[in-house]
Nanobody
Framework: QVQLVESGGGLVQPGGSLRLSCAAS????????MGWHRQAPGKQRELVAA???????TYADFVKGRFTISRDNAKNTVYLQTNYLKPDDTAVYYC???????????????????WGQGTQVTVSS
C-alpha cells in the first residue's frame, strides 16, 4: 500500500509564498520521477514542475523563476517552493510519483504511478 500525502497549502496574499510538501509512504523500493500538477476550477489539470531521481528539473513556463521543485530521497518527499504568487496560481495542487515496489503476485519489482489527494492554494487579497 503506497500513499502520497500533500501538505502546506492555504490562503496567501498576492506576492506571498507557500512551501508545499508531499511525502510518500508504504512498501516502497525506490522512487523515480516526482512532480506537481495543479487544477483550477473549470480547467484541466496541468503540469507545474517535475524532478527526476537524479535531480533534473522541468518547469512549466508560467512558473519559471517563481517556483522551485526539490526532493529529499531519504525522506521520500518532494517539495514545491512557490514565490511571488499570483491570483492565477489559485488551484488544487497535486503531487505525483512513479514508485517502484515489490509485487507479491508477480514476484518482481513493478513501477506504478500514484497521485496525492491534493492541497488547496488560494491567492487572494
Amino acid at each position: 500500500q503506497v500513499q502520497l500525502v500533500e501538505s502546506g497549502g492555504g490562503l496567501v496574499q498576492p506576492g506571498g509564498s507557500l512551501r508545499l510538501s508531499c511525502a510518500a509512504s508504504g512498501s516502497i523500493f525506490s522512487i523515480n520521477g516526482m512532480g506537481w500538477h495543479r487544477q483550477a476550477p473549470g480547467k484541466q489539470r496541468e503540469l507545474v514542475a517535475a524532478i527526476t531521481s537524479g535531480g533534473t528539473t522541468t518547469y512549466a513556463d508560467f512558473v519559471k523563476g517563481r517556483f522551485t521543485i526539490s526532493r529529499d530521497n531519504a525522506k521520500n518527499t518532494v517539495y514545491l517552493q512557490t514565490n511571488y504568487l499570483k491570483p492565477d496560481d489559485t488551484a488544487v495542487y497535486y503531487c505525483d510519483a512513479d514508485i517502484v515496489l515489490y509485487s507479491e503476485s508477480r514476484r518482481m519489482l513493478v513501477e506504478n504511478h500514484y497521485w496525492g489527494q491534493g492541497t488547496q492554494v488560494t491567492v487572494s487579497s
